[in-house]
C-alpha cells in the first residue's frame, strides 16, 4: 500500500447532501463552505448519454420529475426541480451536468469520488461513458476515483480508461469479492463502515489497496476508524465531522 494516495481523508456525500439537495451544485457549494475539498457524487446517464448527478433509479424522490431518467432525454430532464422537495430556499435549483460539477471541482481545488450509479441494465454502458467524460475532463489534475457497486460497470470503465483509479464499492462482503477487486484493478476498495475494522484495514492495506468506508455520521465511529487507519471517510455531517473538527 505505499502508492502516494491524493484524496483527503474527508469527503462530503452526494455534495453535502443533507443540508442543501444531494447531488446539486448548491450542495457541492455548502460542503466547500464547510472546508471540505473532497465529495462523493452519483453520476448516471440520460436517454441521449448526458451524464449528470442523481442517486436514485427514478426522478420522483429528489426532482419535479417522473419515472426513469435513462428513459428521457437531457433537454427534458435540465428543465426538473431538484431542489424543492429539500427545502423552498433551494427552489429551482437544477439537475447538474457532470461537466459542471467537474469545472466546480477543479476550480475549488476539490477532489471528486465518482459513484458510477447506472439506472438497471446501464451498467456498461454508464461505466464507459462516466470513464471516458471523466478522463477528458480531468486530463492533467488529479484524477477523480471512480467506484461502483456494480462490478460491470467498473470493468467497463477500465476497459474504456485504464488509467483512472477505480475502487469497488461494498455493502456485503460477498462471495468472491477479493477475486473481483483484484481483476478490475481497484486502488481502494469502499465499504459501507459497519463492514470495516482494523482486520479489514490491515488485509485491504497488505494487498496495496486503500480503505474507505460511507457513510459515517457520528464522532466515536469516525474517530475508531481514523485509529485503525481508514483511508477516507464519506459522512453527510458536513457541519459536524470533517476537516478541522
Ligand atoms: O459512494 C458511497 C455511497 O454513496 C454509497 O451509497 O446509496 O449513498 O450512493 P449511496
Ligand atoms: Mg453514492
Known sequence: MN???PYPLWLAHRGAGKLAPENTLAAFRMGAGFGFRAFECDVKLSRDG??????????DRTTSGQGSPAEQDWAALSRLDAGSWHSPPFAAEP????????AFCQANGCALNIEIKPCPGEEARTGAAVAREAARLWAGAVPPLLSSFKPEALAAARDAEPALPRA???????????EAAQALGVVAVITNWRLMDAALIERLHAQGWRALVYTVNDAPVARRLIEDGIDGIITDAVDQLGPGR
Open 3 to 5: 502508492k502516494p494516495w
Open 50 to 59: 448526458q451524464a449528470f448527478l442523481l442517486h436514485d433509479d427514478t426522478l
Open 95 to 102: 439537475l447538474p451536468r457532470f461537466e459542471q460539477i467537474a
Open 168 to 178: 469497488l464499492l461494498l455493502d456485503e462482503l460477498w462471495d468472491g469479492w477479493p
